[in-house]
Structures are given as C-alpha cells and as structure tokens.
C-alpha cells in the first residue's frame, strides 16, 4: 500500500502539461516535414530543444533563452556538418568549440542555460550524413523552422510555467517573515514606549 501511495504521489509530481507540450511540438514537426518530404530529424530536435529550455518564468527571460538556443544550435549544426571528415581537423575544431561554448557559460544566463544542448547539437551535426555547405544549411534552416514552431507554442498558444508553485509557496513564506518581523519591531516600539529613563525613576525614588 505505501509502495502505491508512493508512485502516485511520484505520478501526480511529474510534469505532465509540459511533456504533452513538448511531444505536440516535435510531432507536428514531423507531420509538417512528412507532407513536405523533407526529413524530419532536424525540426522535430529544433522543436524538443527549444521546448526542454523553457523553464518558465518571465517572458523576456524565456525568450532569450529560446533564441540563444536556436542561433547557437544552428552556428553549432552548421560547424559540426562541416567539420566532419578527417580527423585532425575535426577533432581540432570539436575542442575549440566545446571550449568556447562552455567558456561561454560566464557571459549570461540564457548561455549558462543553453550551452550543453548547443553542444549536443554539434555532436548531432558532426555524426549526421550531410556534410556539405547546402546541406549544413538545410539542417540549420530546419531546426531554426522547428524551434521558431516551439517558441511560439511555448510563449504564446500555450505558456506553462512548472515552477509556478514553488514560486508561489516562496513568496508566501517571504509574506509570513514579514507579518513576524513587523510584529517584532512593533513589540520593541511598544517595549521602548512604555520604559520610562532611568535618571527620571531615580528622581522619582529621590
């Protein structure tokens, strides 16, 4: 009986908006590139990577997270497509980049947040079978396609915010140390208030 009280208070926790989400936004990717008879893999990754950033909170910082997710995915599905080939250039150009992406990570949050997905991508694009200018730029476009679909979905048809609770039972603790810190500093005015100095009760006594 614990056991299964356990599992469906592990049930009820998971994020279950934000997967279904995420699995309407890669799958009609999928169907759109199908009907188009494109491939699919690089605009269903575009769509999942841009919905996995999104960790809520204020629209702005969603935004940029979104975007510097899809520029840099792009830089990298480009850059790793073109690289592959013989192995000294690659593994050259794989150390600078994953340097430079994870030396990134100082400059701002969204990098922070972004930069081991750039990364992945760039492995992606390193191990895909397109490794030409045109094609490089074909994946890139449709990733940059399926991300644009997910940022959209994500911001605008349909915002979730999973952190929304934790928000909320912060904000009401911050709430309740400030109803007891005001009841303090009232009680130490009132305290103050009705001492008398000790030079009058001496003069009183006197």
């Known amino acids: 009986m614990r056991v299964l009280t356990r599992w469906g208070k592990v049930v009820r926790s998971l994020h279950w908006t934000r997967g279904l989400r995420a699995g309407l936004a890669v799958a009609s990717a999928m169907v759109m590139c199908h009907m188009l008879g494109r491939p699919m893999g690089w605009a269903a990754l575009g769509g999942f990577e841009t919905i996995l950033v999104d960790n809520g909170g204020p629209y702005r910082s969603r935004l940029m997270t979104m975007l510097t997710v899809l520029l840099g995915g792009a830089v990298a599905c480009v850059v790793g497509s073109l690289v592959s080939g013989t192995l000294w250039p690659a593994f050259v150009v794989t150390a600078a980049f994953c340097f430079a992406v994870t030396f990134a990570r100082v400059v701002s949050q969204p990098v922070a ?81 009705g001492r008398r100095p000790r030079h009058a009760r001496c003069g009183r006594g006197a």
Request: hydrophobic share 55%; charged share 10%; proline share 4%.
């Open 113 to 193: 947040s972004t930069s081991v997905i750039v990364l992945v991508i760039y492995f992606a694009g390193l191990g895909g079978s397109a490794h030409t200018l045109g094609g490089a730029l074909g994946n890139a476009a449709a990733f940059l396609l399926g991300g644009a679909w997910a940022a959209g979905l994500s911001l605008g048809l349909w915002p979730v915010d999973p952190f929304r609770p934790a928000r909320v039972a912060v904000a009401e603790c911050y709430a309740m140390l400030a109803d007891f810190t005001a009841g303090v500093e009232g009680a130490t005015r009132w305290g103050r208030q």
